[in-house]
C-alpha cells in the first residue's frame, strides 16, 4: 500500500486558490488517487478522484503528474465553509488490495476572513 | 437516503465493561470498515469486513471484535474497554469494484474512564 505525505496544515484567506500536494512515492500501477475532507465531528466526505492528469468536479481540481508520485488537490477561491482537514488516499480496488486503506494524517486547513 | 448510521453517537463509561457501537448503511454495500481517530495520528482502520461473514484485521485490531451477519450491519464490540480505547470512532462502508468511495457515519465519540 501507498504512503502518503502530505503537509501538515496550511493558512489560506477567503477568496484565494490553495493548493495541497500529497506525496505518494510508492504508487502503484492500478492505483487510483482519492482525496476526502473532514469537518471537525464529522465522518471524512468523499472530494476527488483522479488516476492520472487532471479531473475536475464542482469542489475541486485534481492534478496529477505524469509519474503520479505526487498529486496537487487544488480548492478555488476558498470561503471560511472549507476550514477542514483534508486527506489523501492511494489504492486501488478493495479485491485487490486487501480491503486494507491506509489514511495519512491529513491537512488542516485554515481559511481566515 | 444513503446514509451510514452509529450508534450510540457518545457514550462514557467505565472500565471493563463491555459495550457495543452499533453501524448500519442502507446503500446495500458489500464493504464496511471501522475507524479511530486520535489527535495527530489520524484515521487508523480497526477492522473490515469484505461481505457477510467475511472480517479482517486493519491496522488496530487490538481490544477490539467485529461480526458481519448480515450485510447491512457491522457493529463493533469492545469486550473489556480500557482508557486508551478512548477516541472518536467511524464506521464506512462502500461499493467494491470501480474504485468508488467510502461513505462514513457521523462518528461515536467513546469515553473509558
Known amino acids: 500500500l501507498a504512503k502518503t505525505t502530505q503537509p501538515i496544515s496550511m493558512d489560506s484567506y477567503e477568496g484565494q486558490e490553495v493548493n495541497i500536494t500529497c506525496s505518494h512515492n510508492?504508487?502503484?500501477?492500478?492505483?487510483?488517487i482519492t482525496w476526502y475532507q473532514q469537518f471537525p465531528s464529522q465522518g471524512p466526505r468523499f472530494i476527488i478522484q483522479g488516476y492520472k492528469t487532471k479531473v475536475t468536479n464542482e469542489v475541486a481540481s485534481l492534478f496529477i503528474p505524469a509519474d503520479r508520485k505526487s498529486s496537487t488537490l487544488s480548492l478555488p477561491r476558498v470561503s471560511l465553509s472549507d476550514t477542514a482537514v483534508y486527506y489523501c488516499?492511494?489504492?486501488?480496488?478493495?479485491?485487490?488490495?486487501?480491503?486494507?486503506?491506509?489514511f495519512g494524517q491529513g491537512t488542516e486547513l485554515s481559511v481566515k476572513p | 437516503e444513503a446514509q451510514v448510521t452509529q450508534n450510540p453517537r457518545y457514550l462514557i463509561t467505565v472500565t471493563g465493561k463491555k459495550l457495543t457501537v452499533t453501524c448500519s448503511q442502507n446503500?446495500?454495500?458489500?464493504?464496511m470498515s471501522w475507524y479511530r481517530q486520535d489527535p495527530g495520528l489520524g484515521l487508523r482502520q480497526i477492522y473490515y469486513s469484505m461481505n457477510v461473514e467475511v472480517t479482517d484485521k486493519g491496522d488496530v485490531p487490538e481490544g477490539y471484535k467485529v461480526s458481519r451477519k448480515e450485510k447491512r450491519n457491522f457493529p463493533l464490540i469492545l469486550e473489556s474497554p480500557s482508557p486508551n480505547q478512548t477516541s472518536l470512532y467511524f464506521c464506512?462502508?462502500?461499493?467494491?469494484?470501480?474504485?468508488?468511495?467510502?461513505?462514513f457515519g457521523d462518528g461515536t465519540r467513546l469515553s473509558i474512564l
Open positions: 510508492n504508487i502503484a500501477t492500478n492505483d487510483y
Open positions: 464506512a462502508s462502500r461499493t467494491v469494484g470501480s474504485n468508488q468511495p467510502q461513505h
Open positions: 446503500m446495500n454495500h458489500e464493504y
Open positions: 488516499l492511494v489504492g486501488t480496488d478493495i479485491y485487490n488490495q486487501g480491503g486494507k486503506l491506509i
